[in-house]
């Protein structure tokens, strides 16, 4: 069993930054690839970037490719994800993921409960 905890959301004006954190409890940090998602309300979960188990790797959404960044502190077991330039259509609840690499590759089983980040304009 995995658990993850998301923190550092809230209300902020649009063109500021925000970093949200994900912290892993559960099993070995390193075994697992990290993402994050948003849902907006009335929207589909989207998701946003992703980071390989020793951060080597990510990738992004175009939505956000430029404005975010995640990366990894596998020696606390967190994952973070730098927002800059925030847009009033970034308001969503954010989530943290988690699926494994070891033994194998296996899909996103793991979420945490999500954290709300408002932009206002």
């Known amino acids: 069993q995995v658990q993850l905890v998301e923190s550092g959301g809230g209300l902020v004006q649009a063109g500021e930054s925000l970093r949200l954190a994900c912290a892993a409890s559960?099993?070995?940090?390193?075994?697992?690839?990290m993402a994050w998602f948003r849902q907006a309300p009335g929207k589909e979960r989207e998701f946003l970037a992703n980071i390989n188990g020793d951060g080597s790797l990510s990738n992004y959404a175009d939505s956000v490719k430029g404005r975010f960044t995640i990366s990894r502190d596998n020696a606390r077991n967190m994952v973070y994800l730098q927002m800059n330039s925030l847009k009033s259509e970034d308001t969503a609840v954010y989530y943290c993921a988690a699926r494994n690499l070891w033994p194998v590759a296996g899909p996103y089983a793991y979420w945490g409960q999500g954290t709300q980040v408002t932009v206002s304009s």
């Open positions: 559960g099993r070995t940090f390193s075994s697992l690839s």
